[in-house]
């Protein structure tokens, strides 16, 4: 393929909010989402500015030979040198990102295959963590809401397509027993409660699913707890902790509600307590890092040399660079560290992300369980599901 033609528009996420879409050779648009909890270790956005970029991108007339996801290391070097830039992530991770993938859709339709097969050998279909309750900063419409931003749900069947169900029998069981009716920017339910009645119900809900579905179900938490963290404490509705306490208090927690996957319990610089955490609960629940590492390969570097996670979120556009992913993943492999492929707050109705997970072999996809941004995700692994599995 030769890319000859890019052409680059603003659109809006789930939110109403500016982002990018892109498309290159008339084929399908990628774009970016947004996200609203930004850790401060992500890549800026866009360079100079979202305007900037998309004219940048509309502007550009390199004829560049494109034949795998290799090759986009010719499209990074362009940028660089188009735009005075040493690094090609310097250009905004939301306009690089949008544009690797569009690059990447029109090989897929150029060539008559399916974006997820143009990404290597590591193929497997992750399984969902889905948002079933929402928090903190997601949640503000609501007075006295959790502290928590986000009440997981990780359905463990063999099929992607039960584990839809099973997550979709949580979401409407939890919503109902919570009398909830409306609901936050990923779809999850917005209440007026506190964190720990949130978790019993979804505990109790989950023992219901296990019996339902003959599957083991899941529990867990985005604390996204660099949201709760102000001049050296946390601060809850109900109680302010020191980060010693903090510490104490998942370590309670974590066995009392049998979590499963706990996400940023501490501050985003904050790698020693999530060592003691990791060193404590590590065996039987996931230990994530979100804000922590930013999906910044050498701040995984060193959460894997302290021993601080033993999963991680990662976010194509806190990075931008898809082959920086690819890095990231391997490297995860090599450490067996669990990969957790996520989307932001602020979504598109782009599906690439359910190939993404595909392609790259994660092992979990965050991506919500209700709402149109979140079911074309999850729509999409089930259709990759029954093209790929027997
Ligand atoms: P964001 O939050 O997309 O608003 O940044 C998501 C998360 O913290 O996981
Ligand atoms: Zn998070």
């Known amino acids: 393929m030769i890319i000859k033609e890019v052409s680059a528009r603003i659109v809006k996420d789930s939110r109403g909010a500016d982002t990018i879409a892109v498309s290159v050779n008339g084929c399908e648009e990628a774009s970016a ?35 795998k996801f290799e ?64 928090g903190g900063m997601h949640s503000a419409s609501v007075s006295h809401r959790p502290n928590f931003q986000e009440f997981l749900v990780i359905p463990r069947a063999l099929r992607f397509s039960e584990n839809l169900k099973i997550m979709q029998f949580v979401y409407a069981s939890v919503g109902k027993k919570l009398g909830a009716s409306l609901v936050n920017d990923e779809g999850a339910w917005l209440v007026a409660s506190e964190d720990e009645r949130v978790l019993d119900i979804l505990n109790s ?57 706990v996400e940023d319990a501490f501050e985003q610089g904050d790698f020693k307590r999530f060592a003691s955490l990791n060193k404590f609960a590590g065996k039987n ?65 782009d599906s690439a992300l359910a190939d993404y997970a595909v392609g790259f072999g994660a092992d979990y996809i965050k991506c919500g369980v209700a709402t149109p941004w979140r079911e074309v995700k999850l729509n999409r692994l089930v259709e990759i599901e029954e093209k790929t599995v027997a």
């Open 205 to 261: 809900v989950r023992k219901e699913a296990e019996k339902k579905f003959a599957s083991k179900v899941g529990i867990g938490i985005d604390a996204a707890c660099s949201t709760l963290f102000h001049d050296g404490i946390y601060r809850y509705n109900n109680k302010i902790l020191k980060p010693d306490m903090q510490l104490a208090f998942f370590e309670q927690i974590v066995p009392n509600y049998n979590l499963f996957y």
């Open 71 to 134: 090759d986009l290391i010719r499209i990074e070097k362009a940028i660089c040198k188009n735009a005075d830039l040493k690094n090609a992530r310097e250009f905004g991770a939301n306009s690089l990102y949008a544009f690797e993938s569009a690059v990447l859709k029109a090989l897929a339709s150029e060539t008559g295959k399916e974006l997820f097969e143009l990404l290597g050998k590591n193929k497997k279909i992750p399984l969902p963590v889905g948002n079933v309750v929402g």
């Open 285 to 349: 629940c996931l230990i994530v890092g979100d804000d922590l590492i930013a999906t910044q390969y050498n701040r995984l570097v060193g959460a894997i040399r302290t021993r601080s996670i033993n999963a991680v979120i990662i976010k194509p556009n806190q990075n931008g660079s898809l082959l920086e992913l690819a890095r990231i993943f391997d490297l995860c492999r090599r450490s067996r560290i669990k990969t957790i492929l996520s989307h932001r707050s602020g979504e598109t109705l």
């Open 33 to 67: 989402p947004n996200g609203k909890s930004v850790g401060n270790y992500e890549t800026p956005s866009y360079h100079r500015s979202l305007r900037w970029c998309v004219d940048f991108l509309n502007a550009f007339c390199d004829e560049i030979v494109f034949e």
